[in-house]
C-alpha cells in the first residue's frame, strides 16, 4: 500500500458473521475500518474497537451507499479495500418465489455490489490503487438443487468480479472474489429466506431429501473468522489472483468438480443432495 498512514477498508454486512468477522481482523492488523451495516443503532461489539468507524449502509438504498461512501471519505480520506460482502441466501423451489423476493434477492447479492463499486470507483480511481473484493460463494462455481436463484445471483458475482478484474487492472485497481463453502454463522437462519411456506407444493418431496441432506453436513462448516483471514490475503497478497476458495469444503468440492465430466458432476450433486 501506498498510504503512509494505516490502509482503509470499507466493509458492507458487517454487523454480523463473515462481515463483522473481516471488519474485526482488518482493525486487529491495523487497518482503520468503516464498518458498515443496515442498523447500526441495534449496537455492535466493533464499535468499541478504536479504529472502527461504523456507518450506515444499506446495499440496496442508493443515498445510503453515497452517503457511507462520503462519511469515510470524511473520516479518513481515502479508501483502499472495498469488501462487498452483504447478502442471504433464498432457498426452495423457484416456481414459488415471488417477484418481490427475487427482487429483493438479486437487489442485495447483485445490485448491491454494482451500487457500493460504482461509488468506491472514483476514490480507487484518483488514488491510482485499490482492492475490491466480493464475497460469492461455492455456490457461484457450483449449483445445487433449491438455490436456482441464490446460484444465480453468485454466479453473476463471479462473472462480474472476473471480467471488472481485466478494466481495472490498467488503472490499478484489483477485482477479486473470495467463494467460501459452508461457513458457521447465522447465514442459515436470519439470513436465509424461503420461496415456499409449507409443503403444499408439487416439489415437497425432492425438497424435504434436500433439506435432510444439507442439515446433515452442517457440522463441517468453516469459521467466520477463517473466511475473514481469506479475505485479508485476497486484499493485500499483491497477486493478481482473482478467485480465492475460501474452506477446505470449498477447496475439495471445487477441485472434484474440475476433474469430472459434466455427467458426472450433475450425478454427483443429485447423489450429495439425496436426489
Ligand atoms: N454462511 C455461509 O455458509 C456462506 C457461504 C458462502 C457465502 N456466504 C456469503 O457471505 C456473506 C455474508 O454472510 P454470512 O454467512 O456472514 O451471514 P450473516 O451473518 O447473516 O451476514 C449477512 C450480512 O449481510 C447483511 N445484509 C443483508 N442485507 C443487507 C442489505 N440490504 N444491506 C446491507 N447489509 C445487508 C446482514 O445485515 P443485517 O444485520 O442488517 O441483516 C448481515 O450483516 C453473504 O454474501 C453470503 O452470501 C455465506
Known amino acids: 500500500m501506498s498510504t503512509v498512514t494505516s490502509p482503509v477498508v470499507l466493509v458492507t454486512g ?19 475500518v468503516a464498518a458498515t451495516m443496515r442498523k447500526p443503532s441495534d449496537g455492535t461489539p466493533l464499535a468499541a474497537l478504536p479504529k472502527v468507524t461504523v456507518l450506515p449502509l444499506d446495499v440496496t438504498d442508493p443515498a445510503s451507499v453515497d452517503t457511507a461512501v462520503a462519511a469515510t471519505l470524511d473520516r479518513f480520506g481515502r479508501i483502499d479495500v472495498l469488501v462487498n460482502n452483504a447478502g442471504y441466501g433464498l432457498f426452495g423451489p423457484f416456481e414459488t418465489a415471488t417477484d418481490e423476493q427475487i427482487r429483493r434477492q438479486f437487489a ?33 462455481l457450483i449449483t445445487l438443487p433449491f438455490l436456482s436463484l441464490y446460484n444465480a445471483t453468485k454466479f453473476a458475482v463471479v462473472g462480474f468480479t472476473e471480467s471488472l478484474s481485466f478494466e481495472l487492472a490498467p488503472l490499478g485497481i484489483r477485482a477479486k472474489y473470495v467463494a467460501p463453502g459452508g461457513v458457521a454463522t447465522d447465514f442459515a437462519g436470519r439470513s436465509l429466506a424461503r420461496t415456499f411456506h409449507d409443503n403444499e407444493h408439487a416439489y415437497s418431496d425432492s425438497l424435504s431429501k434436500v433439506m435432510t441432506a444439507m442439515t446433515i453436513r452442517r457440522d463441517n462448516y468453516s469459521t467466520a473468522a477463517s473466511i475473514a ?13 482473482v478467485m480465492y476458495l475460501a ?18 458432476r450433475l450425478a454427483a450433486v443429485r447423489q450429495h443432495s439425496g436426489l
Not at 114 to 126: D, G, I, K, Q, S
Not at 229 to 241: R, S
Request: aromatic letters at 6%; charged letters at 20%.
Open 229 to 241: 483471514e481469506v479475505i485479508f490475503t485476497a486484499a493485500t497478497d499483491g497477486t493478481n489472483q
Open 108 to 140: 442485495t447479492n447483485v445490485d448491491g455490489i454494482f451500487a457500493v463499486t460504482r461509488a468506491v470507483l472514483p476514490t480507487m480511481r484518483r488514488q491510482g490503487c485499490g482492492s475490491i473484493i466480493n464475497v460469492a460463494s461455492l455456490g457461484g
Open 247 to 264: 474452506g477446505a469444503d470449498a477447496e475439495r468440492s471445487f477441485a472434484l468438480r474440475q476433474s469430472l465430466s459434466e455427467a458426472e
Open 14 to 32: 458487517a454487523s454480523s458473521g463473515i462481515g463483522q468477522a473481516a471488519a474485526t481482523l482488518f482493525a486487529e492488523r491495523g487497518w482503520r
